[in-house]
């Protein structure tokens, strides 16, 4: 029986250039990080899909490249994480070859909230994730990718907020007036803001 309480260092063979931090890792807290991190690969293929989706929707060209960069962004994310579960386990993660169905949003708008949310559970995953991480290289791959998921959060956020969509709302839920309707897009957001 393995004594989870243990402290884990990876042997220098298996650790390369990267160095441990010390004797503050269990094995128990490496193995819920390899959990979350084969959770977080599984769904890549209805993930992509869902990019897609959102970019075959963008209304303009700025939003397609804005969420194009975060696809490529998270295919890079799912790399590393294959290349930190080999390192631990020898084994090389595939995606989830049955995750080709993902849940089409109702809008564009509707599929932009979902992101911001998914970025924003992703970045508590990922924390769990590099607490349990003994080596220091992949504790920053997993800070970048950190970093990266509270970018695309902010990304969709100016989504949200440059869509005339959105602003309409707002308006519908504060004003019953249908008079709203004369203003444009550029002028809602002026009053509004």
Known sequence: MMN???PYTMPMHKAGC????????????????????KEAVKDEKSDQMFYDYLMSKAPTKEEKEIIKSIKKDEKKHAKWFKEIYKCYTGIQLKE??????YEKPKSYINGIKKAIFG?????????VIRQGI?????RDMILT???????????YNYILNINPCKCKKRFD?????SSIDRFTGNEMRRIMW
């Open 4 to 6: 989870y309480g243990i």
């Open 18 to 37: 990267c160095s441990n931090y010390g004797m503050d890792f269990t094995r128990e807290a490496l193995c819920i990080s390899l959990n979350l991190i």
């Open 96 to 101: 989830n070859e049955d995750s080709g169905d």
């Open 119 to 127: 970025e924003l559970k992703a970045m508590e995953k990922y924390r």
């Open 134 to 138: 003994p080596s220091r290289c992949y």
């Open 145 to 155: 990718i950190l970093t990266d998921e509270m970018k695309h959060a902010i990304k």
């Open 173 to 177: 839920v504060r004003d019953s007036d």
